[in-house]
């Protein structure tokens, strides 16, 4: 939704969706936000409450099942395992989407991988067309006066243009763009705790190749799974920047890591989102 600064100052239910890579700050201020009468919209919760909740359960029970004393007690109904997702606790949809490689270090084969890549990029699809429904049910059911959607960091990737429609119709596209030294920051961190990521299928295949041909590796099977994710997230990163970047020239707006990290209160964000407007 492009505005002026005039209209989103005066605009008595603002809605804005933040855009931008895991770690750049989205569920921080959304969390500000939420004690300002804004509704917390998480893409990432919505995908693993909703979407994938039966593939979540079903995988941990698999897991479980592989333990005689836990499935002993499942099969007879002794106990039950529920999906806590919480849009601060996303471990669940983690652990789902899981990592490609050797089945011993806890690795997935590549065709359980890529079911499991597909999956979530349907219920992404799934949870951002659902935005129109929680912005009205935010005000009639919840009472909150204005909405934030804590969008994941792969919602560049879906390549799906009516996502980017219906979000630029009913909410402000906010891109958080990451300094320099976030950049460098965001890359340690995944260097230091390699997390499951998700990847267009046409970017996996090419880098799969190229990792199997670097390490001279036969087979997916040997893959060490942290290794890859090491090796590939800073390339998913930068593939991602331009991504954004075209994202935010036809539908939004861009401001900084750093200037984002100086909110400290739903005023803040406002004003920062104003000089945002009146610099494009």
Known sequence: MKLS???F??????????????GVGKT????ILEKHSWFHYSGDYRIGAEYLDEAILDNIKTQAMQ??????????????ICNKITARHLKPVASFLGKLGDP???????????????????AEIAAMNDVPDFINKSQST???????????????????????????????????????ENEEELIRRAEKNPKPLYYREEFLDEHLALYMKEKNLPFVA??????????????????????YEAIAKEYGYTISTDELRQVKNEKDFINLIIEAIKRK
Not at 69 to 79: E, H, V
Not at 104 to 122: A, C, I, V
Request: hydrophobic share 35%; aromatic share 10%; proline share 4%.
């Open 67 to 80: 333990v005689p004393f836990l499935r002993d007690l499942l099969l007879s109904d002794s106990i039950d």
């Open 142 to 180: 919840y009472g909150c006066k204005h909405f934030i959607n804590d969008v994941g960091g792969s919602v560049c990737e879906l390549d799906d243009p009516h996502v980017l429609k219906i979000l630029s119709e009913h909410t402000l596209i906010l891109y958080i763009q990451a300094t320099h």
């Open 222 to 243: 040997l893959i060490n799974p942290d290794d890859f994710v090491r090796w590939i997230f800073p390339k998913l990163f930068y593939s991602r920047i331009p991504r």
């Open 104 to 122: 011993s270090r806890g690795g997935l084969e590549l065709k359980e991988f890529k079911k499991r890549q597909n999956l979530h990029r349907d």
């Open 9 to 22: 100052a005066s605009w008595d239910h603002k809605c804005v969706t933040l855009l931008g890579m895991s």
């Open 28 to 31: 921080r201020i959304s969390s």
């Open 5 to 7: 600064a005039e209209e």
